[in-house]
């Protein structure tokens, strides 16, 4: 799951602004202190608890539960936001933001941007 761009040509990308960027397998791994076996891990367990935390979102906007959106939303940012996942935490963090002020006219859209950010960050970790 994690590359070794050590061996690559390609530039290192730097995160320019918060949700900018699907991944940063470099970020995370400097997070893990350089042990890949650990980030490797990390990106399971937030394989594994994405579709919990996407569940509870969804049945919280379904029927129009602002402070379940609130609450499955800010679990599934800070999930991404381990993993370093900035375009997910970014978009989950809208969402949490609309749970909190109960204001969810918008919900369903930027439920469906946060699917579309979740397919994107899923395709890149597959082929890393």
Known sequence: MIRDTSMTSEPSKALTRSGDEVYNDAALLSLAMDDRELANELVRIFLDEVPKHLDALTAAV??????????????????????????????????????GSADLINAPQLL???????????ARLTVL
Not at 63 to 92: E, I, N
Request: with cysteine; net charge negative.
């Open 62 to 99: 379904a029927s129009g539960d602002a402070p379940s959106v609130l609450a499955a939303a800010h679990a599934l940012k800070g999930s991404a936001a381990t993993v370093t996942a900035s375009r997910v935490a970014a978009a989950a963090q809208v969402l949490e933001t609309c749970g």
């Open 112 to 122: 469906e941007d946060l699917k579309g950010s979740l397919r994107e960050l899923n």
